[in-house]
């Protein structure tokens, strides 16, 4: 099982809708990440949350937009998007972003963008 | 820049055989190294990390690395290979903290019974 827990596990959207990417974590962790994953590729670095502040974003289209509630949640908003962003979606966490802290994934949102 | 390569984009081998993904990396000083396993329709689990001191690290499921700093290197090994291993192996490299964490393309395993 593992301990960050994504939701939904699959989603299907228009490239007109709004729709969120939720990931939670009980572990104290205080750094979060979002990647993506397309098929058959390693995840690229979206965005980084460091004590739920936005520490990086890699430059990601504003049509992602990441928010981070509470040390615990991480969300990820989208809005228009377009059939190339249709891929796996992970979220991570880490103790902190220190290099001696190593990443725990969820199990991914799998996005359709129809 | 930093990178990491992983030259074999698909293995197969025998159940009860042998295995060894190859990991390469090109950076100054000694990196920070990982393996990540990813089974389909799932996330990533770390199998191992290096950071200093003896150079072959033991895993989870039986996986061990050796890093090798005079052949910039860091393979990944199991004496045995069994039909559950079948996945998607990550080589990852961090030289500073996670926000420099690059991954390697991957190398996909197939277990032959």
């Known amino acids: 099982d593992t301990e960050v827990t994504q939701t939904p596990k699959h989603l299907v959207m228009g490239m007109t809708n709004k729709k969120s990417l939720k990931c939670e974590q009980h572990?104290?962790?205080?750094?979060m990440y979002w990647y993506k994953q397309k098929a058959k590729k390693p995840p690229e670095l979206m965005f980084v949350?460091?004590?739920?502040?936005?520490?990086i974003n890699e430059s990601v289209p504003s049509r992602f937009s990441p928010e981070c509630p509470n040390s615990s949640l991480l969300n990820l908003h989208l809005h228009a998007l377009q059939p190339e962003d249709s891929a796996l979606y992970l979220c991570?966490?880490?103790?902190?972003?220190?290099?001696?802290?190593?990443?725990?994934f969820g199990n991914g949102t799998r996005l359709t963008v129809t | 820049a930093q990178s990491v390569t992983q030259p074999d984009i698909h293995i197969t081998v025998s159940e009860g055989a042998s295995l060894e993904l190859r990991c390469n990396y090109s950076?100054?000083?000694?990196?920070?190294l990982f393996w990540y396993v990813q089974s389909p329709g799932q996330g990533l689990q770390l199998l191992l990390k290096?950071?200093?001191?003896?150079?072959l690290v033991q895993g989870i499921k039986g996986f061990e690395a050796e890093f090798k700093r005079s052949q910039s290197s860091f393979n990944l090994r199991k004496p045995s290979v069994h039909w559950s291993d079948a996945a998607e192996y990550f080589c990852?490299?961090?030289?500073?903290?996670?926000?420099?964490?690059?991954f390697g393309a991957g190398t996909r395993l197939t277990v032959k019974p």
């Open positions: 949350y460091s004590y739920e502040k936005l520490s």
């Open positions: 990852a490299v961090a030289p500073y903290n996670n926000n420099d964490m690059r």
């Open positions: 572990m104290g962790h205080r750094a």
């Open positions: 950076y100054g000083a000694t990196p920070y």
């Open positions: 290096y950071f200093s001191g003896d150079t």
């Open positions: 991570a966490s880490s103790h902190r972003e220190e290099y001696n802290s190593p990443l725990h």
